[in-house]
């Protein structure tokens, strides 16, 4: 596997070999839900100009602000003490003032073999499968086609600021397989599982419920929670699955201490008609995975567009999140997801590109489709709702907010920083800015991968903006 070079800043390692580094600049992140409140009442929004972040190995040391130089402050962790920090003085720091450094982005449904056919014309959703995704995935078979794909899906995430991701594969074992290995390589935050698909597909892409079985096992036997990897019970969607498979799945879910579960559900119309007709006897379409035991609190469904109250309700009581896809569902015609509806039904909800439905990788991009889907139903979302479902809302949907989200010693250096404009028109509109929320709202909307200056994944660049000083 391929990587960028690790950043040219770092210095020698430490005696216990862990390698340091300090960057300095504006801080944002999230102690809190901001909510569906006017920008200047929001809640929990952390903003800290002009601060060091102290990085040894994997984890953020220590949040200061650089005006207090190198002295001793209260809230420093014990272990920096004068000497310590005086340590820390002769490591090159990392200067990035004026840039804004965030936590890495979390994308809670994509799939890793569509990127073969993102940006393809012209249907919705059954057809979409059908026509473009089924041929696509098919290849997935061949283990050099899914470690390419792997690794070049990966690179891709990097550079538009993703660092952990909720992924399909293809119902092919090698294709987990080969994310699994790349994703451990660099100790990324990584969920996903061999896809369960054993009716209403093509050959070569139907597995069976017994030999699908113990592919999943082995899986969870060698990645579950090695170097930040977890295994996701994954069920394509309910008509590819007999009942059968989905009892199995079910077991499965309910059997192997925290795995996730990752399926779509009430994406589209057709869908959800076609479900009612395959299972008769299920009182809705996320009755069929909830009677089965499929839906817990590490369960994460894509779409749920059209779930009723009482859908609403199983999802608040288990404590199970929508993995909102706006991009994918303008781009597929799909319907527009109330997200307010959700949020005051006590429903978890997070953000996800999904590629190939969705038309790009980009957080960004996806947050700019959210805004609009919401404007369209009279409701407005902010970038401080946005930022932090992105960041440590999903951290905290997905039960890894120890981990990551927020800048925050002892979580792990998930980061990513950006540049406020990247041409002439942002910089113009970000100088004539009156708040900060007028200032990230520009960012949020106009930016692209252009304002990424580098990534960071437990510490370690994996992508660097070449021209970036």
């Known amino acids: 596997m391929s990587?960028?070079?690790?950043?040219?800043?770092?210095?020698?390692?430490?005696?216990?070999?862990?390698?340091?580094?300090?960057?300095?600049?504006?801080?944002?992140?999230?102690?809190?839900?901001?909510?569906?409140?006017?920008?200047?009442?929001?809640?929990?929004?952390?903003?800290?100009?002009?601060?060091?972040?102290?990085?040894?190995?994997?984890?953020?040391?220590?949040?200061?602000?650089?005006?207090?130089?190198?002295?001793?402050?209260?809230?420093?962790?014990?272990?920096?003490?004068?000497?310590?920090?005086?340590?820390?003085?002769?490591?090159?720091?990392?200067?990035?003032?004026?840039?804004?450094?965030l936590p890495?982005?979390?994308?809670?449904?994509?799939?890793?073999?569509?990127?073969?056919?993102?940006?393809?014309?012209?249907?919705?959703?059954?057809?979409?499968?059908?026509?473009?995704?089924?041929?696509?995935?098919?290849?997935?078979?061949?283990?050099?086609?899914?470690?390419?794909?792997?690794?070049?899906?990966?690179?891709?995430?990097?550079?538009?600021?993703?660092?952990?991701?909720?992924?399909?594969?293809?119902?092919?074992k090698c294709s987990a397989e080969a994310l699994f290995e790349h994703a451990a390589a660099v100790r990324m935050r990584l969920v996903t599982g061999k896809v369960l698909m054993n009716r209403h597909a093509p050959d070569g892409l139907r597995d069976d419920v017994e030999q699908a079985e113990r592919d999943c096992v082995d899986l969870?036997?060698?990645?579950?929670?090695?170097?930040?990897?977890?295994?996701?019970?994954?069920?394509?969607?309910?008509?590819?699955?007999?009942?059968?498979?989905?009892?199995?799945?079910?077991?499965?879910?309910?059997?192997?201490?925290?795995?996730?579960?990752?399926?779509?559900?009430?994406?589209?119309?057709?869908?959800?008609?076609?479900?009612?007709?395959?299972?008769?006897?299920?009182?809705?379409?996320?009755?069929?995975?909830?009677?089965?035991g499929l839906i817990g609190p590490r369960a994460v469904l894509a779409h749920g567009i059209w779930l009723n109250d009482e859908d609403r309700a199983v999802l608040r009581a288990h404590g199970a999140q929508i993995a909102h896809s706006p991009s994918s569902n303008l781009f597929l015609g799909s319907g527009l997801f109330d997200w307010p509806q959700a949020q005051q039904q006590g429903v978890n909800v997070s953000l996800a590109s999904d590629v190939g439905g969705g038309t790009s990788l980009s957080m960004l991009r996806t947050m700019g489709d959210a805004y609009k889907i919401q404007a369209l139903q009279g409701h407005r979302l902010t970038a401080w709702k946005a930022l932090?479902?992105?960041?440590?809302?999903?951290?905290?949907?997905?039960?890894?907010?120890e981990e990551m989200g927020r800048i925050e010693p002892g979580?792990?250096?998930?980061?990513?920083?950006?540049?406020?404009?990247?041409?002439?028109?942002a910089r113009h509109r970000d100088n004539l800015a009156s708040s900060l929320h007028e200032r990230i709202f520009a960012w949020l909307t106009l930016g692209d991968d252009r304002n990424l200056v580098e990534t960071l994944v437990a510490g370690q660049t994996r992508y660097q903006k070449k021209h970036a000083a």
């Open 411 to 425: 979580l792990l250096a998930d980061l990513c920083i950006w540049d406020v404009a990247a041409d002439e028109v």
């Open 388 to 401: 932090h479902t992105a960041t440590a809302g999903a951290a905290q949907s997905l039960g890894l907010s």
């Open 104 to 172: 890495g982005f979390i994308d809670t449904h994509v799939h890793c073999p569509q990127l073969d056919v993102i940006a393809s014309f012209g249907t919705e959703l059954l057809d979409w499968l059908n026509t473009y995704t089924f041929p696509a995935e098919r290849k997935y078979a061949d283990p050099a086609v899914s470690q390419a794909g792997a690794e070049r899906f990966l690179n891709a995430l990097w550079a538009q600021g993703t660092t952990s991701a909720v992924v399909f594969p293809t119902v092919h």
């Open 3 to 101: 990587l960028p070079p690790a950043s040219p800043h770092l210095p020698g390692a430490t005696p216990s070999g862990a390698r340091r580094r300090v960057l300095r600049a504006d801080l944002l992140d999230f102690v809190a839900d901001p909510g569906f409140v006017p920008p200047a009442e929001a809640p929990g929004v952390r903003h800290r100009p002009d601060h060091r972040v102290l990085i040894e190995g994997d984890r953020i040391v220590a949040v200061r602000p650089a005006a207090a130089g190198w002295q001793p402050l209260p809230d420093d962790p014990p272990a920096l003490s004068a000497p310590e920090l005086a340590a820390w003085a002769q490591v090159p720091e990392e200067d990035h003032r004026g840039r804004l450094l």
């Open 220 to 292: 969870i036997q060698r990645w579950h929670g090695r170097d930040r990897q977890a295994f996701a019970v994954t069920v394509r969607f309910a008509p590819c699955s007999t009942p059968e498979q989905l009892v199995m799945a079910g077991q499965l879910a309910q059997g192997h201490a925290g795995v996730y579960m990752q399926t779509h559900v009430a994406e589209n119309r057709d869908e959800v008609r076609w479900v009612a007709e395959l299972f008769p006897s299920a009182r809705s379409y996320l009755d069929v995975y909830d009677r089965d």
